[in-house]
């Protein structure tokens, strides 16, 4: 009976200082994400000002805060994995200092029991990065945009652009004063053939002269190259013609790039906006990359934990200085991880690697390196 009881008081013990470590682990982390975010504030506001003023721009002191937080937001969240290697390192200090790691020795907690109550915390912390930070990252990616276009900033957004639609493909350019309106079905893939081509020819001043129709339509050389072509100007006139010729900058590898960055669309949405790319027949890999890079960064966040773990758990009170180095050598290491892990996501954008393999193998050879680390301590 006694037996039972001390068991049970036993497991009380170590639920306790599960939760207890679990929620150090999360207050460390919060605590990174909020100085990250002021200092990355302090760095766009500085920026947003520097861009705007210097090129004349008339902006408000409302607007420099609503681009700060926006692009903040946005950067944060990219280097979202990398906090979780900065929380680690901050959580195992503190515990160090306060010797309360050496407490949770001496009760008979080890590593790996200390580390299951980590994954707990950041299982946590990638579950709100998936769920809400990552959609605040794709609207505030929008937003930047918009006031961008507001204030006249983008070149790019007054020139050509592209919208994707269920029902095909809608592109705006402008060659030599005249904007073109083009809307077609689907691309030929792999080509720069539309099919069921509309194209609305506007005057500088906003006017509109004529619009066509057009059965398929070829970028070849600078040239709209149009076929079975059905003209209707603004009065009322109607032409046929075999074929017609009008002016671009475009080329199918353009299109392709003023694609919307796959930022700007949150992970839940992705797979809908692939199913659409593909539909009209343009190029769907970098958001395909994209959505996976988004899961390979939950296993960033576990592997950075694991490595955290490996070179932090053990503390000398005597050999500070040793233990400041390992924590130095580890921030270096994140660097050389982090670059390695954009070439293989390039080699799978390629086709050199798989797209859905590529962004987990420097991921997950972090987390059995670090894994293996923890064995061995």
């Not at 200092?39 to 000002?49: G, H, R």
């Not at 050509?160 to 350019?173: A, K």
């Not at 892990?341 to 987390?367: D, K």
């Amino acid at each position: 009976m006694k037996t039972a009881e001390s068991n049970s008081s036993h497991i009380k013990v170590f639920d306790i200082l599960s939760r207890y470590i679990a929620g150090n682990f999360l207050k460390s982390f919060f605590l990174v994400f909020l100085c990250f975010f002021v200092i990355i504030s302090i760095l766009e506001t500085m920026e947003v000002v520097r861009r705007y003023f210097a090129n004349g721009v008339d902006v408000s002191f409302l607007q420099i805060f609503k681009l700060t937080v926006l692009r903040a937001t946005v950067t944060v969240y990219s280097f979202f994995s990398f906090l979780s290697l900065l929380a680690s390192i901050v959580f195992f200090t503190m515990m160090h200092n306060k010797l309360e790691l050496t407490v949770i020795k001496v009760v008979g907690v080890s590593t790996q029991g200390l580390l299951k109550s980590l994954f707990v915390a950041t299982a946590l912390v990638s579950g709100l990065y998936i769920t809400v930070l990552d959609g605040l990252s794709a609207m505030s990616s929008n937003k930047v945009k918009i006031l961008d276009t507001q204030l006249k900033q983008s070149a790019e957004d007054a020139g050509s652009s592209l919208t994707i639609t269920n029902s095909g493909v809608w592109m705006r350019d402008v060659f030599d004063k005249t904007a073109y309106i083009v809307s077609a079905e689907t691309f030929k893939r792999h080509e720069a053939e539309l099919s069921n081509v509309r194209i609305f020819e506007i005057a500088e001043n906003g006017e509109l002269q004529r619009s066509i129709h057009a059965t398929t339509a070829h970028i070849s050389a600078g040239f709209w190259k149009l076929q079975n072509c059905s003209i209707v100007t603004t009065d009322g006139a109607k032409s046929e013609c075999e074929t017609l010729e009008l002016p671009t900058k475009l080329s199918f590898s353009n299109i392709n790039k003023m694609i919307a960055n796959p930022n700007s669309v949150s992970f839940w949405s992705i797979s809908k906006y692939v199913a659409m790319l593909d539909k009209v027949g343009l190029s769907s890999m970098k958001y395909k990359i994209h959505w996976f890079s988004r899961l390979s960064s939950i296993v960033q966040m576990f592997a950075f934990l694991v490595l955290a773990t490996a070179f932090c758990v053990n503390y000398n009170a005597r050999n500070t200085r040793k233990y400041m180095l390992r924590v130095a050598f580890l921030l270096v290491l994140a660097f050389p991880i982090h670059f390695f892990n954009n070439v293989m996501t390039a080699f799978g954008e390629s086709g050199i690697l798989p797209f859905a393999v590529a962004p987990f193998v420097i991921p997950l050879t972090t987390l059995l390196l670090g894994l293996k680390m923890i064995e061995r301590t």
